[in-house]
């Protein structure tokens, strides 16, 4: 498995996600309430990505540990 180029793509989406948020709070015309919706799903996709690639790493790691013990 290519850990590095499924990090390179986690880091990828993780960039665009950043860019909508600072889309949602840089618009003015929202208030805080519409604000608060639009970044709620914004919060919640980076919280389950970044699990996610935790999940792999660790999955990878564990593959080389049982790897290396033959």
């Known amino acids: ?3 590095e180029l499924i ?3 986690f880091d990828e989406i993780f960039q665009e996600l950043e860019k909508e948020v600072m889309e949602v709070l840089m ?4 208030d805080k309430k519409q604000t608060n919706l639009r970044m709620k799903p914004l919060t919640s996709t980076k919280q ?3 699990n996610a690639i ?5 999955v990878h790691r564990l593959a080389e ?6």
């Open 54 to 58: 935790e999940s792999i790493r660790m």
């Open 7 to 9: 990090e390179r793509k």
């Open 27 to 30: 618009d003015q015309s929202l």
């Open 65 to 70: 540990e049982e790897e290396r013990k033959g």
């Open 48 to 50: 389950i990505l970044g």
């Open 1 to 3: 498995m290519d850990i």
